[in-house]
């Protein structure tokens, strides 16, 4: 079996193709650092979704390894976010413990809804989710994760029993009074270091500087880099010294079960007790009920994230079904290992490519090295001052608060500041999910309400012969149910304040590229409508589809078109030889309209 | 105060300008035509609905007078129907006789629904019902219907616990054997001669006939047109005649309570007993959330009723909004006189039209037979059959299956069979609401996928001065967020397989009339990842509209634009005069492109 065969099955196989030893180096040396990036995250993340700290390793390493397979993008890196575990926590917290089991399980159904969407091509999805509704819902998350971090990095103890951000926010001020100086320091301080490290890798060095001023840009960039890493490694330091010196200053992570996660099936079933002592007992069918909607909004939250990052570092040449199966993949296999769902990151994806990546075989290396964390330095973490894990996270949320774009929006689409508003609110007040929806409901009710409301010019116009008539053009190209009675009612009312009579009217429909049944009724009953009026309607110019769509629904009542204004020119002049024929015959018809069937019949056929 | 002031407080009022005796006369005439349908009509919708059969008279009479003091529409006549009939029907089962105080709460929300809608000019959600979605409805509801009167007209006693199609059906297939003779042939026997009265009326008498011969016409006209009237009136004689006989070959109506309709306010609480005789009672919060769905989809479908009607009769000079206020104060009016939920209905506004109305001052007439009706006829009412009923139901809803969509639709828009087959098939095996619901909501995912998925066009050109490029058009005129993506990769991939080498692209947006903050961004980001590959991007013809909506997105990233094709030809002589410079500055820029900040940026632009 050639390369070129297994490429088919595994298309990671064609980075092997001219791996060469520089390469490997460079790919090493980008792992390594996403690695130093993800420990710190993945601990301070699965804490974030209401978990013990390993968790957030086990969901770390596998996604790396499929990807590396099976991905298309090199920067790309699949692994835990804070979007997720906040998404996650609402399973984690039932009666203190249910924790890990429906976790677990919700990662494995995000990966099989994700193969689905992968199959039925429902990646399209994400394209429904517009930019103010990103922005709205992104700023939430950071908000609401923010607040959630709030507690630790003050050092505040309990719980206020509801992980909405109001009451989160409520429950630190009334408790501010309580907080231990030493963890508030540590997380303030740590914070402020975290800022400060953070620009430190924009300091620039310049092309022509000298050997050890490039060495020293570069050690800064490191240190810039891995600074949570840092962080996390020096203020577990001085909590071990501390507490070897019989001294507790912080509050720190507790317990963390030692060795790499075992493999087994995710779990189809679970029990935990409740706070009152009570063993609940959850089959399958309770957990997919209780995970409930998360189980379809996870897997968008994460085929959005992951699109949106491959098509930023991948360009053109990302196949999107081939991305999808590589995250479905992740979190399926991932699951096996006790992983909590994943997707790919944008801040560590940026960290790869900005080391310098080569392919996504990187992210092997980034696994190796959270395994060997979780194999030899585990009996370490339980000195982690939470404190400083919550710092991390706060100092990586900060920046997904996205005030920016009000400005520009404000400038030039106000309405859509109001997408931006329903958005943000509601995931703040309600929850993220209902916040997502409810903007995505929003932002198409005015797409529909655009299709629905076409904006029409009338003009009066002339023929070269001379001959005056209204021409009515609607400014959009599709014409379909919900504009129907707008339009109608537009020419009537045109009718009504038209400057100079003539009872020609033109509809021009070469712009109209769709129309429906419902808009094809229409203009036929509004033609018989116009006609007891003795007012003619002509199209002008319909398309090949629009006229057989006429046809089909209008049968025996067709309209006239013609396609160009020599035809028009020509059609008025016998309508306008035979108006004085005509005006004979329709007089009478419409004095006896009361006592006609005229318009019965023209009224089943609006509405019927 | 003058007649003007009071029209402005009772449009109605402008009837009695000239009310001659003349249209004293037409109005007597078509008045009690119609009072001759709505009698049958009502006492069979009333037992549709699940009530005793005066709820039905009660219902038929305060619409007329609210109509003749408020509408715009001489033919419109407002009262029960079978559609709402069927509506309510759900929600007078509760443990047998809960019946009719939530079926007038029902009629006093809706009417008060109605009203918002009328203050909020919500009326325009009918909008969004399409031909295909009415068709659907319309049809399965005649079905359920029809279905539902088959125990009634073949005498088969019991229920089969459940009002849902199917269960109707198999449960009258499972009662076959049991089936009544006498009331199977009565309610057979009926239908036919209902089909065949019904025919009558299209004899039509030639112009130049005897007196005699037109008096026979106008004579079978009527008995037409009051075949409902006739058939209950003849069989309850029959059956009169032979319970004073000692027999009872049909079952019959049972007892009707007599006299008019106290006025009282409408009910907001109620109790009632259960099949096991303990007693419930419902305070109003408890009868709201059991109408649930009901208070908001009885009146759409009221609405969208009524609209249909007043705009099939009405033509062009109805005011929608007034046409609400009419319909909501019947609801409001009449359920302080037991009312159920009302709205306009096409046939008799059809028998109303026929009979020769001048003004909707008809409908008071209507009113005055009916309260007649209840006031000396109710001692005769218990000896009505039921099959008769039942006949009189099933031979006016058959009309409402349209079969005949199909065809034209199947010619020319298959698509929209979907929209027809899903509301159908949802409304007979789950409910009328789900069925409605989801036919709005696939016809709307259809509309969205049209802007999400406009149709683009490439055509390699070349300007007067020989310079090449590609031109991309999109057909619609919506650009908004779903398309994005469809676009950007649209244009990727022509680039690909373009067949000459050219690297400037001109997007024509000469159609294009709307753009929203996503697409503006997309725009922008399309532009950077173009000139990556130095190919340049060139918008023809923004309208003023998009360029600001481009130019607030964009701040300094603005994309170049021209508004016709010598300026166009301008810019690619300088492009192209720069053309080896521009190779020279970019194609180093390529080279280093892996290890450059240009695509993260690029990036984080395009979904951030």
């Known amino acids: 079996m050639g390369l070129n065969q297994v490429e088919k099955i595994l298309p990671g196989a064609r980075w092997l193709r001219g791996y060469t030893a520089q390469f490997f180096i460079s790919d090493l040396i980008a792992g390594i650092t996403v690695g130093l990036t993800v420990l710190p995250q993945g601990l301070a993340y699965s804490t974030l979704a209401g978990l013990d700290p390993q968790y957030g390793l086990y969901s770390a390493f596998i996604g790396g390894v499929v990807y590396a397979l099976l991905g298309g993008c090199r920067e790309v890196t699949i692994g835990p976010t804070a979007l997720l575990a906040l998404m996650t926590s609402r399973h984690t917290g039932l009666g203190g413990v249910s924790g890990p089991h429906l976790a677990v399980l919700l990662c494995f159904l995000s990966g099989l809804v994700e193969l689905l969407m992968a199959f039925l091509r429902l ?23 923010g607040a959630s971090q709030l507690k630790g990095l003050l050092g505040i103890q309990g719980s206020s029993g509801d992980s909405g951000f109001l009451s989160t926010i409520s429950y630190v001020i009334s408790k501010f009074h309580e907080l231990s100086p030493t963890d508030a320091l540590l997380g303030v301080g740590s914070i402020t270091i975290l800022l400060i490290l953070r620009k430190l890798k924009d300091i620039k060095t310049p092309e022509n500087a000298s050997n050890e001023r490039k060495f020293f840009g570069g050690l800064l960039w490191l240190i810039s880099t891995a600074r949570n890493a840092i962080l996390v490694l020096f203020s577990s330091l001085v909590a071990y ?16 079960r030692p060795g790499l996660p075992e493999m087994h099936l995710p779990p189809f079933e679970t029990s935990f007790p409740l706070s009152n002592g009570t063993v609940v007992e959850m089959g399958f069918i309770d957990m997919v009920s209780e995970l409930g909607s998360s189980i379809a909004l996870v897997p968008i939250i994460a085929v959005l994230g992951n699109v949106a990052i491959s098509k930023a570092f991948g360009g053109t040449g990302v196949d999107a079904t081939q ?29 790869n490519h900005a080391s310098g990546v080569r392919t996504p075989i ?19 973490f339980p000195y982690m001052p939470r404190a400083a894990l919550s710092a991390v996270i706060i100092s990586a949320v900060i920046f997904m608060i996205e005030y920016e774009v009000v400005k520009p929006l404000w400038r030039c689409s106000r309405r859509e500041l109001l997408t931006v508003a329903l958005t943000l609110i509601l995931s703040l007040c309600v929850s993220v999910e209902i916040g997502l929806i409810s903007g995505v409901f929003l932002d198409v009710a005015f797409l529909v309400q655009r299709t629905a409301r076409p904006v029409l010019t009338f003009d009066h116009c002339e023929t070269e012969s001379r001959v005056e008539y209204m021409m009515v053009k609607p400014r959009h190209s599709l014409l379909c149910f919900p504009a129907v009675e707008h339009v109608r009612n537009g020419i009537n ?86 108006r004085n024929e005509l005006k004979e015959i329709v007089a009478p018809l419409l004095e006896q309209k009361n006592d006609d069937d005229i318009t019965i019949m023209n009224a089943t056929s609006i509405r019927k």
């Open 123 to 145: 990646g399209a999805l994400v394209d429904l989710i517009s930019l103010p509704v990103t922005v709205g819902f992104t700023s939430a998350t950071a908000l609401i994760i």
């Open 241 to 256: 010294h501390a507490h070897q010196n019989g001294q507790m200053p912080f509050i720190l992570t507790g317990k963390v």
């Open 323 to 351: 991305e999808l199966i590589a995250l479905s993949l992740s979190n399926i296999i991932g699951s096996f290992f006790s992983s909590i769902p994943v997707t790919g990151s944008f801040s560590r994806s940026a960290v």
């Open 362 to 380: 990187g992210g092997i290396y980034t696994g190796a090295l959270v395994l060997f964390s979780l194999g030899f330095l585990t009996p370490y």
């Open 493 to 578: 009312r045109a009718i009504q304040v038209r400057e100079k009579f003539t009872n020609l009217i033109v509809f021009d429909c070469r712009n109209v590229q769709e129309l429906d049944y419902t808009a094809a009724k229409g203009i036929g009953s509004l033609k018989k409508e116009l006609e007891n009026r003795s007012i003619h309607l002509i199209l002008l110019g319909p398309s090949d589809d629009v006229k057989l769509v006429l046809k089909g629904s209008l049968k025996g009542n067709n309209v006239q078109h013609v396609d160009n204004d020599n035809e028009l020119d020509n059609i008025f002049q016998e309508l306008t030889s035979h």
